[in-house]
């Protein structure tokens, strides 16, 4: 039963991430990208399997029945990368805001509020600014 | 004690890293000190290569390179963390650190006063750090980690003037590679659920015989073309090229030559570690028939899918770059065709029955690497070197330079001589070794597709050349002349070109010896978990 629950969840999560990337707001986009990258880490759990009890052993005693604890040492690892990349991601974001004056992805592309008035800008003409 | 060698160009890259953000406030103090560890992680590399690589290897005589497995922490393998330094792994770090020390102390001239102080340095060896890294893994998910440490390190340089198109190629480079940072983890904690190890010389070992460990090698399959979409996102084939262009742009000169010349070539370290050393054993049985794939072993699955991307690669790279104005976009463009060519050798070589084949195949990309790395760092440098003085990099405002500064010229010819594969060259190796393969491999597309690739290379930089070097100087070249010490620096990897193709025997010796290494699975299993060999 836990297994198909987590499965269904897994799949809406990715489904919600995968459509939040795709928005034009940029914020959202993060979102996305911090929803992905958090399902990534809830399938890593269960790639060490749902039964057994928590992988906690008391001095002297034996390891029987506990659940694999070395997928829950990768996932605090990827917790950790994925916090410090998310909020790099936030402040990039704010940065883009400054320097459009816009956070939708397509008037980034084109140019932004500020690089409308040099179509070069674009172009990485000069880079000393 | 030699086994120690293997963590020193990771210890040194972090020394210095920590070394240089502690003395960000004295500007002169730290930029020496990052070219003192600049210079420190160039003598770890060599060291650890000749403990790896006897010298008798390189004169062309038969003997063997040694497989250096440091086990970290003293915890054994397969529960602890292994480091592994054999000829492929010290073949990527002798490009690495030969790419890296010009390109830094270019940058000490270069990057503005408030851009060292603020954070170059650091980041920059940080950066190394995460290239050594995972140069040196021998652990799936740690690979995943240097990934993750060059990666963060490169999001700050690529947007590192924060201008608003600096911004912008960040924000799809970053989001780019989280989303591939994400499916890397989802592939790998696959493969921890159907192999059971993130061990790589285990998995080879499991791999190889599946029956025993109770692994079903079609779900590996599976899970291993997803980690492959994440490789190719980080050496920007098509179609993952979208963020090389705008990022190259966006990041200063120096940072755009390591981004080129030495991050790419670890995606290329990782395609050739873990398709052809880790899961290169590995055989799926006649159950899975899919349409358009022949063979059993995993590599012939993965040979047309590298095809596919080499092809498109090279004429997209080529394509694109003949179309560009500026020569920071043609450098870019021209990287993905490259790149394709690096990975067409591979692509040959994994369909290939014969193993002699398959060996030339892999020192071909590798030589092609090298070539590629040490040619495109220096005409990112030229380029940085052209913006230094004039202002621009755009073609249409340029031309002329050859009268005005002849040293950079030749510098960029040199390198532009070197892409298009004029002998003696380095290039010119590259090149012939890659057709050698595709005849010797019978692929009459591979041929074909090397000679388009080519003809588009010689289209592209002659025309760089013309627009850009050839002819009147227009005003804005005119106004500016670089600065000597830039201009030295360009000289000086443009003579290492030269001086690589003059001296190609002892290069070719050395990725030969890492081909080998990369095929030799029963060696690299060996000197990492040798408990289980008598088993």
């Not at chain 2, 992680?41 to 650890?48: P, R």
């Not at chain 2, 690669?313 to 993905?336: E, M, T, W």
Request: charged share 10%; net charge negative; hydrophobic share 55%.
């Amino acid at each position: 039963m836990t297994e198909f629950v987590l499965a269904a969840v897994l799949g809406v999560l990715f489904a919600v991430g995968t459509f939040l990337l795709l928005r034009r707001d940029v914020v959202r986009v993060v979102w996305g990208v911090a929803i992905v990258s958090q399902s990534a880490n809830v399938y890593l759990v269960t790639m060490g399997g749902l039964e057994g009890a928590a992988p906690i052993v008391a001095h002297g005693g034996g390891g029987g029945g506990a659940t694999d604890p070395l997928v829950q040492a990768l996932v605090l690892t990827a917790i950790v990368i994925g916090f410090g990349t998310t909020a790099f991601a936030l402040v990039l974001t704010y940065r883009v805001y400054e320097e459009h004056g816009t956070i939708d992805v397509v008037d980034i592309a084109a140019g932004g509020v500020n690089g409308a008035e040099d179509p070069d800008a674009s172009q990485g003409g000069d880079r000393d600014d | 004690m030699t086994e120690q060698l293997v963590v020193a160009p990771m210890l040194v890259a972090l020394v210095t890293a920590v070394g240089t953000l502690l003395a960000r406030d004295r500007l002169r103090l730290s930029g020496w000190l990052s070219l003192a560890g600049g210079v420190a992680y160039l003598v770890a590399v060599a060291a650890l290569f000749r403990a790896v690589v006897p010298v008798a290897v390189l004169d062309g005589a038969d003997a063997s390179t040694a497989v250096l497995a440091y086990q970290l922490s003293g915890w054994p393998a397969p529960y602890g963390i292994t480091l592994v330094a054999d000829a492929l792994s010290a073949f990527m770090l002798a490009i690495a650190a030969v790419v890296s020390l010009p390109v830094l102390a270019f940058a000490v001239r270069y990057v503005d006063e408030y851009g060292q102080r603020l954070s170059f340095h650091p980041l920059y060896h940080f950066l190394m750090l995460g290239v050594s890294g995972a140069f040196l893994t021998g652990d799936l998910f740690n690979l995943f980690v240097w990934f993750e440490v060059l990666l963060m390190a490169s999001y700050v340089l690529v947007v590192f003037y924060g201008g608003p198109q600096h911004t912008s190629a960040a924000l799809k480079y970053v989001v780019l590679n989280l989303v591939g940072g994400a499916f890397m983890l989802v592939a790998v904690g696959g493969l921890y659920a159907t192999m059971g190890t993130l061990n790589m010389a285990d998995m080879a070992r499991r791999l190889a015989d599946p029956g025993r460990y109770g692994v079903d090698p079609v779900p590996v399959l599976g899970l291993t073309a997803v980690l492959f979409a994440v490789f190719a996102l980080k050496v920007g084939l098509v179609p993952f090229q979208f963020w090389v262009p705008s990022a190259y742009r966006a990041a200063p000169a120096p940072v755009a030559a390591v981004l080129a010349g030495v991050v790419k070539k670890v995606g290329v370290y990782a395609i050739v570690r873990v398709y052809f050393t880790v899961f290169g054993g590995g055989r799926v049985g006649t159950e899975l028939a899919l349409p358009g794939f022949a063979g059993e072993s995993f590599l012939s699955y993965f040979g047309p899918i590298m095809l596919v991307l080499a092809a498109a690669s090279i004429l997209l790279g080529g394509l694109g770059a003949v179309g560009q104005d500026d020569l920071d976009g043609l450098l870019a463009y021209s990287s993905i065709g490259q790149i394709g060519f690096v990975v067409l050798p591979l692509a040959v070589g994994a369909t290939a029955v014969d193993p002699t084949v398959r060996r030339l195949a892999v020192a071909a990309a590798l030589v092609y690497a090298l070539n590629h790395a040490v040619a495109k760092a220096l005409l990112f440098l030229v380029s940085g070197a052209l913006l230094d003085a004039v202002g621009t990099v755009d073609l249409r405002e340029l031309g002329g330079v050859a009268r005005v500064d002849p040293t950079l010229a030749a510098g960029f010819f040199l390198g532009a001589l070197a892409l298009v594969g004029i002998p003696p060259l380095s290039g010119f190796f590259g090149k012939l070794l890659v057709f050698d393969v595709a005849v010797r491999g019978g692929s009459d597309i591979a041929l074909g597709l090397g000679l388009g690739g080519a003809i588009l290379t010689i289209v592209y930089a002659s025309l760089a050349w013309n627009r850009g070097f050839w002819g009147e100087p227009t005003e804005a070249v005119r106004r500016g002349t670089p600065g000597p010490a830039l201009v030295a620096i360009v000289a000086l990897l443009a003579v290492a070109v030269l001086a690589i193709g003059v001296g190609f025997d002892p290069v070719f010796e050395a990725a030969g010896a890492a081909a080998d290494a990369a095929l030799a699975r029963g060696e690299y299993v060996d000197a990492v978990d040798p408990a289980e060999v008598s088993g």
